[in-house]
């Protein structure tokens, strides 16, 4: 069961299906007569608010921001060469959905690399794009808030790390 100290207002957290949000509190309700404490995150870009039960947040897989060391690595992940698969798209796309979904800034960021296109390769097809953009916004804004910096230095800095690669 999780304390409900663990999150604490202006927190920035990850919730894996919504990326990064920041607690704006903790309110107890009463739902059909159960009494419920919920953390409530705001997810600023999506203008949406989410509620979780503080003894769900460990297993929805709410979790704090990554730590630097945890970031370096998902960064470091992007230089490495893409282990895009000859599979067919269908199946890639669900893999990489599930990346994108877990939260984990190492498994972002290896959709990312995969996805990525340089100008000498061929186009993408359009879901390609959008999930590589996808992956590049929920990389970007955790990267953002780790390094306290804006969301398109960020991504810059994203994009300036794959050409380099």
Not at 117 to 123: E, H, I, L, T, V
Not at 124 to 135: L, N, T
Not at 151 to 165: D, V
């Amino acid at each position: 069961m999780a304390k409900s100290s663990e999150f604490g207002t202006g927190d920035y957290v990850v919730y894996p299906t919504h990326g990064v949000g920041r607690v704006v509190g903790v309110e107890t309700q009463e739902i059909s007569d159960v009494t419920l404490e919920l953390i409530i995150i705001k997810f600023e870009k999506d203008r949406m608010t989410l509620r979780v039960p503080v003894n769900k947040a460990h297993e929805s897989g709410l979790r704090k921001l990554s730590s630097r060391k945890m970031m370096d690595s998902a960064l470091t992940t992007l230089k490495g060469r893409s282990r895009a698969k000859r599979t067919m798209w269908s199946r890639r796309a669900q893999e990489y959905e599930a990346k994108i979904n877990s939260g984990d800034p190492v498994s972002i960021a290896e959709v990312v690399r995969d996805l990525h296109r340089s100008a000498d390769q061929p186009d993408q097809s359009y879901s390609e794009r959008q999930m590589y953009q996808a992956a590049l916004d929920r990389l970007a804004r955790e990267l953002a808030a780790v390094e306290k910096i804006d969301e398109e230095a960020a991504t810059q800095k994203l994009e300036e790390l794959l050409t380099a690669a």
